[in-house]
């Protein structure tokens, strides 16, 4: 079984979620934008042995934390989609710009696409690319626990900025309403900042996406 425990992470509140199989006690770490020794911390104190690293896209607040986690820890990285090549090769730049820690430079061992599978011990989870926010962006999907992680794409009661450099609003809603939605309503998700919601209560009342 999946389980999950949600660390909020630098002055963004950015929900890093820190996933492990209940079975073999081997966990990944979702988005550590920063704010590492802490992560690493709950990683040890909960038990865990930490084998992953999961990114959604290469946003400093997701991806800040990387480059030192994988320089510490020798954990390969998975995701995000290579459209988010771009924004990865920014972090420092991004860094600059918001006023973070200098981000330690990395690459994803692995790239993501649409339909692939990503494993936290025995568990496995969907991989769906869902551009909108960033062209890369991608979704973490867990049938057995009805469990999204879904970065930046989706919020209660909102949707994620697309005024970036390749963000676009109708690929996001597309991204929300195809890909997201049909998952059932019942799926609870992590959105990258704020509380929990599902895909249920987004269709009733989000404003940007919800059934007309």
Not at 25 to 42: I, S, T, Y
Not at 121 to 138: E, F, R
């Amino acid at each position: 079984m999946l389980q999950h425990r949600i660390i909020p992470v630098t002055p963004f509140q950015q929900n890093c979620s820190l996933v492990w199989c209940e079975e073999t006690g081997r966990a990944a770490l979702v988005d550590p934008g920063g704010e590492v020794d802490r992560l690493l911390a709950a990683v040890e104190e909960a038990g865990l042995s930490l084998e992953k690293i999961l990114l959604t896209h290469g946003h400093i607040d997701h991806a800040g934390g990387v480059g030192e986690i994988v320089r510490r820890c020798g954990v390969p990285v998975e995701g995000p989609h290579q459209d988010e090549l771009f924004w990865i090769e920014a972090l420092a730049e991004q860094s600059r710009m918001f006023g973070f820690p200098r981000a330690e430079p990395f690459l994803p061992d692995r790239w993501l696409d649409d339909g692939d599978r990503v494993e936290v011990g025995q568990a496995s989870l969907q991989v769906l690319h869902t551009p909108g926010h960033t062209p890369g962006h991608v979704v973490f999907f867990h049938q057995e626990t009805r469990l999204a992680l879904v970065g930046d794409v989706l919020f209660a009661g909102s949707v994620g900025r697309t005024d970036f450099p390749r963000g676009d609003f109708g690929a996001l809603v597309a991204s929300i309403r195809g890909k997201l939605f049909p998952l059932g309503d019942d799926v609870r998700f992590v959105p990258g900042h704020g509380p929990m919601s599902s895909f249920g209560e987004e269709r009733r009342s989000n404003r940007f996406v919800a059934d007309r």
